[in-house]
């Protein structure tokens, strides 16, 4: 019977002049049938690129998908919305909140667990980060958007006076960030002054949206 995969198969020394016996000839062909089954049909065990299985494919810090990513070259990335308009206070800044992911091939988001953030826990590199929200109308005030790196970094930023007689008022933000840890997440802060509360919208031409796509290593 066959050792792999959940072991490594162990022989014994073989001395000179040995008869070499079926039973030899068959530990091999098991082996070597077991490897081409899990090569072929899909393998049943992490790859460990380390001897501290820090960074083992399959394992869940680390997941298949990378291979995929790497061997295909399509860059780790997803993109966010939301499910339903948001209420935005005067007088603050506030952080969204994401629950639908339009695509999200790497692990970036959870919809469960700090869904402000898009995260960077499988891969750093130089990423392309960027939101866009559509406000309701009304012309008071002021509306502004920044991004932020772990909850405490403002990496961009804009602000314009609200649109005036009912136009369509959107922020856009975009930038390129080196993330040089995997322990680094942003997050969406809007900001608004009209003295009431405004919402962004969950659909339309500028729907509200989060997004972030690797460029380089």
């Known amino acids: 019977m066959a050792s792999y995969p959940t072991a490594v198969k162990s022989f014994t020394s073989k001395t000179s002049g040995q008869t070499i016996a079926p039973a030899h000839v068959n530990d091999l062909q098991d082996e070597a049938n077991a490897i081409e089954g899990g090569l072929l049909n899909g393998i049943a065990h992490n790859l460990n690129a380390d001897a501290d299985n820090t960074r083992s494919l399959g394992s869940s810090g680390t997941r298949w998908n990378i291979a995929a990513d790497q061997v295909s070259g399509r860059p780790a990335s997803c993109r966010l919305t939301s499910s339903a308009a948001i209420g935005v206070a005067s007088g603050a800044f506030a952080g969204l909140n994401w629950d639908v992911e ?14 402000s953030r898009i995260s960077f826990v499988h891969s750093t590199g130089v990423y392309a980060i960027g939101a866009n929200v559509e406000w309701n109308t009304n012309s008071s005030g002021t509306v502004a958007i920044r991004l932020v790196l772990g909850d405490s970094t403002n990496i961009a930023g804009e602000a314009h006076p609200a649109a005036p007689g009912g136009a369509v008022d959107a922020s856009a933000i975009h930038t390129l960030i080196d993330i040089p840890s995997t322990s680094h997440f942003a997050t969406v802060q809007v900001f608004q002054n009209s003295g009431s509360t405004r919402s962004l919208a969950a659909s339309g031409n500028y729907a509200t949206t989060f997004y972030a796509f690797r460029v380089s290593r």
């Open 102 to 115: 339009t695509f999200d091939g790497e692990g970036m988001h959870s919809t469960a667990t700090n869904s």
